[in-house]
């Protein structure tokens, strides 16, 4: 059968139309293409992320404010039984729509306008939960908390008569102490980085501060009697790198007391102003473990004495993990890697123009 060349061609430019700006996904943030413009894609939430959180929301009903092309929106309708999703950018809010239609998902209501108006408020119904991922400032000398749009306290005053719990996504660089809300402070990490804040409102609140490691959600929550853990002069034989989720929440030492358990011996040791480990003479295990070292020399920092030693060893490959200028870093690698021809990789960290070779485990 022939088909109009006319009719044939307004098919396909309704398919280019409706699938424009669709991005192959890169590895670990979406399981599926999306439809979106290049800012919208870049600032959407990974995969991981959005299932976790939607995961720890479930509900009936929940509000989406400021739900940019539908990246989290997607997996709340997965978990609850009905999702509106408000944003105010009309062509943001046209993604998250085809989004949703090219997923299948059918319950979902969304509203385009002023999440703090009375017209988009007026067109809600009573609300489990509401979740606000707010704009901030494209740069700023430190985030301020202060500068999200729409502020936490006016979606909080806005939405109470319909909503009594409250979730809001905040920078991930502000500190515990710079939180001036009685909330649950919660930092995720994904693959080892950190990456997402979540702030936890009225019944969601489960402590005062909690980190989570994703994609395995191991999580650690803060507890009133945790002992300050001091830093160690001294590196033992096994160092690990904690996720940098533990470390942005201040658990640092209440995730060492925990470890304590398997090694009693377990210490902190601080590497340089970005980098610190917990070091202990015996194993331990821990899914927020992100790197697990076994210490195999502290030298002086000198290239050919490290050559010989890594040569002497059978390794091949050396990964500089030390704050040195970019335009130095593969000249100094390349004279630690002379002539290395063996099949071990080793990670070398400098503290006091001492050069600590590890191997991971």
């Known amino acids: 059968m022939r088909t109009n060349s006319c009719s044939a061609q307004m098919t396909l430019n309704h398919l280019k139309s409706l699938f424009s700006g669709i991005r192959l996904p890169r590895k670990k943030r979406f399981e599926h293409s999306i439809v979106s413009d290049k800012d919208g894609a870049r600032f959407a939430t990974p995969e991981d992320v959005a299932k976790y959180r939607a995961a720890r929301l479930k509900c009936s009903t ?3 404010i400021s739900c940019g092309i539908g990246g989290q929106t ?13 944003e105010i950018d009309a062509k943001k809010i046209d993604y998250a ?5 090219l997923l299948g998902i059918d319950n979902v209501e969304f509203i385009c306008g002023d999440a703090l108006s009375t017209e988009v408020i007026r067109q809600l119904p009573e609300l489990d939960i509401v979740f606000s991922d ?17 502020a936490i306290p006016e979606v909080i005053s806005s939405y109470n008569s319909i909503a009594s719990d409250f979730a809001f996504e905040a920078p991930p660089q502000l500190t ?21 804040l979540n702030l936890y409102f009225g019944s969601l609140m489960k402590c ?3 980190a989570v490691a994703l994609p395995s959600r191991a999580r650690i929550e803060s507890v009133s009697d945790s002992q300050n853990l001091e830093p160690s002069e001294r590196l033992a034989y096994f160092a690990y790198e904690p996720e ?23 210490s902190l040791f601080l590497i340089d102003s970005k980098r610190l480990v917990l070091t202990s003479e015996l194993p331990v295990e821990h899914p927020m473990l992100k790197n697990k070292y076994k210490v195999l020399n502290v030298l002086d920092f000198d290239t050919a ?7 002497k060893n059978g390794f091949g490959t050396v990964i500089l993990r030390a704050a040195v200028e970019p335009k130095e870093y593969w000249d100094i690698r390349n004279r630690l890697e002379d002539n290395l021809s063996g099949d071990r990789k080793a990670h070398l960290f400098l503290k006091d123009r001492k050069a600590i070779l590890c191997e991971i485990l």
Do not use: H, W
């Not at 709340?76 to 408000?86: I, P």
């Open 62 to 64: 929940i509000a989406d």
């Open 74 to 86: 997607i997996y709340f309708a997965k978990e609850c039984d009905m999702v509106y999703a408000v």
């Open 97 to 101: 729509r085809k989004n949703c239609k």
């Open 134 to 150: 707010p704009a901030r400032p494209a740069s700023e000398d430190m985030r301020d908390i202060g500068n999200l749009r729409p």
């Open 176 to 196: 515990p102490d710079r939180i001036p809300f009685e909330c649950e402070k919660e930092y995720l990490s994904l693959d080892g980085k950190i990456n997402r």
């Open 208 to 210: 005062d501060t909690s």
């Open 244 to 266: 940098e989720s533990v470390e942005r929440a201040g658990l640092l030492s209440q995730f060492a007391n925990d470890l304590g358990k398997q090694a009693p011996d377990i």
């Open 305 to 311: 004495l490290i050559n010989s030693f890594l040569k």
